[in-house]
């Protein structure tokens, strides 16, 4: 019974996980060109940065979301289901904290960013509230992840891919809206906040039909949040780590030494 019961599941969760990467990649390939050429070289320039370094935003998940994953999957296999409910709980108090630093992160940064990356006049305007949006769609993010380590803590890995497909299809929709009616960079942060809603409320609403007994309020526990500061400690850290390894494995080798400088010099000469 216990195999025949987790094979669908699988199987499922395989073809999922297949279909979410499918129509990801085909949404970015199809919309990105799109995007360059209805906001032209300087004003993409301008976009693709200040995504950028919103994004490092995301660190402060702190690696709550792997906690909660890890927790949650605990507690359901023993039984206890009240553990359960009390860890998303305190991982929630500490998502809203995190979401309010990554907003005023991101304004401090659209403040600062055109100084200091010489963003052009007509821009800097727009460069604070995009900043700002994408902030909040950070912290959406956040937030989102309790309820999202709660789908994959119960190993619904279908239920997550089908979020993201269902994510991307209306950031897409939006996007597309906003390029036909001669939108500019503010409207498409707004396009790209208002889709980070509405994941959130569709992996909200598939948590709780999963998790009965799933509340809403942030609440603390000090005990919950001992479990969840160790283990994300570690879980962070690794992200980290992996993240930096990733990064210099994507970066250029460099010659040993000025003898391999000049092989390759005369290498390349005629």
């Not at 949006?133 to 950070?138: E, K, N, P, R």
């Not at 980070?196 to 909200?204: I, K, P, R, Y």
């Not at 526990?221 to 993240?243: D, E, K, P």
Request: glycine share 10%; hydrophobic share 55%.
């Amino acid at each position: 019974m216990g195999v025949g019961a987790t094979v669908p599941r699988a199987v499922r969760n395989v073809l999922a996980n297949w279909t979410g990467y499918v129509v990801g990649l085909l949404v970015t390939f199809f919309l990105s060109p799109l995007i360059v050429n209805h906001l032209g070289a300087s004003a993409y320039g301008v976009w693709t940065l200040l995504g950028t370094l919103t994004a490092y935003l995301g660190l402060l998940d702190l690696g709550i979301r792997s906690a909660v994953t890890r927790y949650v999957a605990r507690y359901e296999s023993g039984g206890d289901h009240g553990p359960a409910i009390q860890i998303v709980s305190t991982a929630l108090a500490m998502f809203v904290a995190m979401a309010g630093c990554a907003l005023a992160a991101s304004v401090v940064l659209g403040l600062v960013a055109p100084s200091i990356f010489h963003i052009p006049a007509e821009y800097r305007v727009s460069a604070v509230i995009v900043a700002a949006l994408a902030g909040a769609s950070t912290g959406v993010a956040l937030v989102n992840g309790a309820f999202g380590g709660v789908i994959v803590g119960l190993q619904r890995f279908d239920l997550t891919c089908g979020i993201d497909v269902a994510s991307a299809l209306v950031r897409a929709a939006l996007v597309l809206g906003v390029i036909t009616y001669g939108g500019g960079l503010v409207e498409l942060a707004v396009a790209q906040f208002v889709a980070s809603v509405a994941g959130a409320v569709f992996t909200l609403w598939l948590a709780r039909r999963i998790l009965p007994g799933l509340r809403l309020r942030p609440t603390w526990s000090r005990s919950h949040l001992r479990l969840i500061v160790s283990y994300g400690g570690y879980a962070f850290v690794a992200q980290l780590a992996s993240s930096a390894k990733s990064a210099v494995s994507m970066a250029p080798a460099l010659p040993e030494s000025r003898s391999d400088q000049r092989r390759m010099r005369s290498s390349a000469s005629p």
